[in-house]
């Protein structure tokens, strides 16, 4: 069974500041998203990324993927309110019809 | 419309209450998901339909029961929920099931409170 497991749950931060997201998943995948979700509305893709040391790069926000230690990161460069938000990992499941297994999510809040 | 659409966004009902929430995708897309969106919990898949078959059914009571008249249209009816079924529902379409396909574009959810 694949599981994935994000960390922090939780971040509050204040503009300016750097931190990173991470995802780790249990089992072999070459897929990974990233999504946001502003507080009662949809989930937006933010990032595909689709093979072993990817890195993708939009705005402040910059995703990796390390498939061999089976972990994604989603890292935040100086920090602005408008990135707050609850961001998602979500990774393709080979060995179940390639369905999306997600993570908890990581509320993130940023402080003017 | 654009993108993926749910109605009602918001619904309120007793346990009794027969009611279907309803989703539409405009992006041209065969394939169509329910989700179920706990606070503090992952997202929860919950049924997927591809070119209208539905393909997976993550073991839903069958309290839930979608419906997929067409690619571009998805219901979830309730009947006789429970108050822990109260959550955000979402809807969510993609290209197909296949890997490379499988980019899923969300709709706003369905805020339900069972009474």
């Not at chain 1, 230690?69 to 460069?77: G, K, Y």
């Not at chain 1, 961001?87 to 509320?107: E, P, R």
């Not at chain 2, 419906?67 to 379409?93: G, I, W």
Request: aromatic share 10%; proline share 4%.
């Amino acid at each position: 069974e694949l599981k994935v497991e994000q960390n922090p749950l939780f971040l509050s931060m204040q503009e300016g500041k750097n931190y990173t997201i991470y995802c780790n998943y249990s089992t072999t995948s070459d897929r990974l998203y990233w999504y946001r979700q502003d507080p009662g509305k949809s989930l937006e893709s933010l990032f595909v990324l689709l093979s072993n040391g990817a890195v993708k790069q939009e705005g402040r926000l910059m995703a990796s993927l390390d498939t061999k230690a089976r972990l994604s990161t989603l890292h935040i460069t100086a920090a602005v309110h408008d990135l707050s938000a609850t961001y998602f990992c979500a990774v393709v499941h080979m060995d179940s019809n390639y369905q999306l297994i997600w993570g908890a999510g990581t509320k993130l809040i940023i402080k003017p | 419309e654009t993108g993926v659409t749910q109605t009602p966004r918001h619904l309120v009902m007793g346990m009794t209450n027969k009611k279907s929430l309803k989703c539409e995708q405009h992006l041209g897309h065969n394939a169509m998901y329910w989700y179920k969106q706990s606070a503090k919990k992952p997202l929860e898949l919950m049924f997927v339909y591809n070119f209208k078959e539905q393909t997976e059914n993550n073991s839903v009571p069958s309290r839930f029961s979608p419906e997929c008249p067409n690619s571009s249209h998805l219901f979830l009816h309730l009947h006789t929920l429970q108050p822990e079924d109260s959550a955000l529902y979402l809807c969510a379409s993609s290209l197909r099931t296949s890997v490379g396909y499988n980019e899923q574009f969300f709709g706003p959810g369905t805020r339900l409170t069972v009474l």
